[in-house]
Each structure stands twice: as structure tokens, then as C-alpha cells.
């Protein structure tokens, strides 16, 4: 009896160990990007992932590509704090940091998804399209997000989920073309 309940033991430890390293070692999920059509004509491809900042707190990070009909196409990030956290500063521009230390800008666009006086203070919306080539998936960047008291707000971002956005980023319609 002895025999066997330390070989169930030792059976269990082995599971345990096994199970364990899948979780440590397991690849991240898979893209899910998404296609929606916006209004006719245009098509959404978006990118939705949950991060959280350097203190804890949670955010939303959408990256989005806009494509119409005619061929025009904006990238963009949306990141959504949650309500009553933050305050963002819409006049200064989002700053991405790479691990090496290369600091690149994206202008505040939030004003697009805000037309009138109740924007919401936690979330911001910036135009990745003019650093898209700089912004290279092999390593995480820091996104720097600056707020109304003169901080900054530190999220990293995980490689994989650069390299999602550099999918997203180079989707194009599946509009069919109207012939003229």
C-alpha cells in the first residue's frame, strides 16, 4: 500500500510539472483580428487586446485599420482606460519607446471619435500610419501615455502583439471594386 501511494505521488508530481511548463512555456493565442464593415464601403480590421500599465491598471489597446472602396486607409491605436482613472493630455502625442531605447511619436487623433463636448478624459486615439515602418516587431516597445498632471502612463507592449498590429496594418479591402 505504501508502494503504491507513493507512486501515485510521484505520478501527480510529474503531471503537475508537466502541466506547469505548458502553461510557462505555451506560445502566445493566435491573432484574432477582426473585419467589419464600417458603413458601406468601408471595412474595420481591428486588433483587441487587454494590457495592463506599469501600476496595475487595466487598458484596452484596439489597433485599427480604416480601408474604403476608393483605396484610402488610416492606421490608428485606441487605447480606453478604465473610467475615473486617468485623465488623458490630448494635446501632447502618444511616445512609443523600443527596447533599445528608439523613441518614435504619434499625433493625438482623438478628436475624430469625440465631435462634441463629452469626450471621454480616459481614452485617446493616435495616428500610427506615419511610424508604421519604424515600428519593428522583433522586440516589446513601452507606450508612453501623457496625462493632464504631467505624467506619464507606462504600458509594454509584448512583440507579438506589435507583429499583430504589422498584420492588421497591411490588410487591404475585400470591398469588390465597382468598375466604371
Known amino acids: 500500500m505504501h508502494t503504491f501511494t507513493h507512486q501515485v505521488r510521484h505520478m501527480l ?4 510539472l508537466v502541466v506547469g511548463l505548458g502553461i510557462f512555456l505555451a506560445p502566445p493565442a493566435a491573432a484574432v483580428i477582426t473585419e467589419h464593415e464600417y458603413v458601406p464601403g468601408t471595412i474595420i480590421y481591428q486588433s483587441r487586446q487587454s494590457l495592463r500599465d506599469v501600476d496595475g491598471q487595466p487598458w484596452q489597446a484596439i489597433a485599427f485599420k480604416g480601408v474604403s472602396d476608393g483605396g484610402s486607409s488610416n492606421f490608428s491605436l485606441r487605447l480606453v482606460g478604465f ?5 488623458l493630455d490630448r494635446s501632447q502625442p502618444l511616445t512609443l519607446k523600443s527596447a533599445r531605447g528608439k523613441l518614435l511619436t504619434a499625433s493625438d487623433t482623438s478628436q475624430e471619435i469625440f465631435t462634441d463636448s463629452t469626450a471621454e478624459p480616459h481614452i485617446g486615439q493616435y495616428n500610427l500610419q506615419p511610424i508604421l515602418s519604424q515600428l519593428q516587431p522583433e522586440q516589446f516597445w513601452v ?3 501623457p496625462t493632464v498632471d504631467n505624467s506619464q502612463i507606462e504600458i509594454k507592449v509584448p512583440s507579438w502583439m506589435i507583429q499583430e498590429w504589422q498584420i492588421v496594418a497591411g490588410k487591404e479591402s475585400s470591398i469588390p471594386r465597382k468598375q466604371s
Open 83 to 87: 473610467p475615473g482613472t486617468v485623465t
Open 143 to 145: 507606450v508612453q501615455i
Open 13 to 16: 508530481a510529474w503531471l503537475l
